[in-house]
C-alpha cells in the first residue's frame, strides 16, 4: 500500500516571503498522481496543484510551484510571496491509477501560519 | 455550478443515538467517497462508490458503518449506534470518472460529528 509522509507539524512564514513544504510518498508503481490540497478554517479541501508522475516538468500554478523528485519519491510544495490568506493546512495526496481509480491517500498534513 | 453538498453541517448526539449525513455529489461525475477526519488519524477513506455502486469498504470502522448512494445524486452514510469515539468531520467528495481525469477530488465542506 502506498504512503505519504509530511514531515512538518507546522511551519510559518513572513508575508510577502517564500516557504517550502515537503512530502515524500512510498510506491513500487510507476505512473501515479500526486496533489496538493489546502484546507483553510473553514474546512472545505481546495486542490491547490497537480503533478503527473510521467511529466518531468514541475506543475506550477501561478505562486506555487512544486519540486517533484520522482527517484527520490520526494515532492514539495513552494508558496512564493505569501499571503495571509494562504494560512491553512496543507495536505499532500497520492492517487494510483487503475482499479483504485479516484482513491487518494493523504499525508498527516502541515499547518502553515502566515505571519504579517 | 453548485459544488458537493453535504448536512448537516454541524451534529450533537448522545452515545447510542442513529447518525445519518448526506451527500449530493456534483452533477455529472459518477466517483463518490466518504472519508473521515480526526487529529489522531488524519484522513482516512471509509468507502467510495463509482457508479452507485460500493467498490471498497474496506475502510469502514465496523459494523455500525454503512454507506448507500441509492442514485447518481445521493449519497448517506449511517452511524447505528453511535459512540464518542465517532466523533470527527466527515466529507464527501465526488470526481467525474473521464478519459482526461486526474482524480481531482472535489470535496463538501463536511459534516461535524460531536457525540457525547
Known amino acids: 500500500a502506498q504512503t505519504v509522509t509530511q514531515s512538518q507539524p507546522e511551519m510559518s512564514v513572513q508575508e510577502a516571503e517564500t516557504v517550502t513544504l515537503s512530502c515524500t510518498y512510498d510506491t513500487s508503481e510507476s505512473d501515479y498522481y500526486l496533489f496538493w490540497y489546502k484546507q483553510p478554517p473553514s474546512r472545505q479541501m481546495i486542490l491547490v496543484i497537480r503533478?503527473?508522475?510521467?511529466?518531468?516538468q514541475n506543475a506550477t500554478e501561478n505562486r506555487f510551484s512544486v519540486n517533484f523528485q520522482k527517484a527520490a519519491k520526494s515532492f514539495s510544495l513552494k508558496i512564493s510571496d505569501s499571503q495571509l490568506g494562504d494560512a491553512a493546512m496543507y495536505f499532500c495526496?497520492?492517487?494510483?491509477?487503475?482499479?483504485?481509480?479516484?482513491?487518494?491517500?493523504f499525508g498527516q498534513g502541515t499547518i502553515l501560519t502566515v505571519h504579517p | 455550478d453548485a459544488g458537493v453538498i453535504q448536512s448537516p453541517r454541524h451534529e450533537v448526539t448522545e452515545m447510542g443515538q442513529e447518525v445519518t449525513l448526506r451527500c449530493k455529489p456534483i452533477s455529472g461525475h459518477n466517483s463518490l467517497f466518504w472519508y473521515r477526519q480526526t487529529m489522531m488519524r488524519g484522513l482516512e477513506l471509509l468507502i467510495y462508490?463509482?457508479?452507485?455502486?460500493?467498490?471498497?469498504d474496506s475502510g469502514m470502522p465496523e459494523d455500525r458503518f454503512s454507506a448507500k448512494m441509492p442514485n447518481a445524486s445521493f449519497s448517506t452514510l449511517k452511524i447505528q449506534p453511535s459512540e464518542p469515539r465517532d466523533s470527527a468531520v466527515y466529507f464527501c467528495?465526488?470526481?467525474?470518472?473521464?478519459?482526461?481525469?486526474?482524480?481531482?477530488?472535489?470535496f463538501g465542506e463536511g459534516s461535524r460529528l460531536t457525540v457525547l
Open positions: 495526496a497520492y492517487r494510483s491509477p487503475g482499479t483504485s481509480y479516484g482513491k487518494l491517500t
Open positions: 467528495a465526488s470526481s467525474p470518472r473521464t478519459s482526461g481525469n486526474t482524480g481531482e477530488l472535489f
Open positions: 462508490f463509482n457508479n452507485n455502486v460500493p467498490i471498497d
Open positions: 503533478q503527473e508522475a510521467y511529466k518531468q
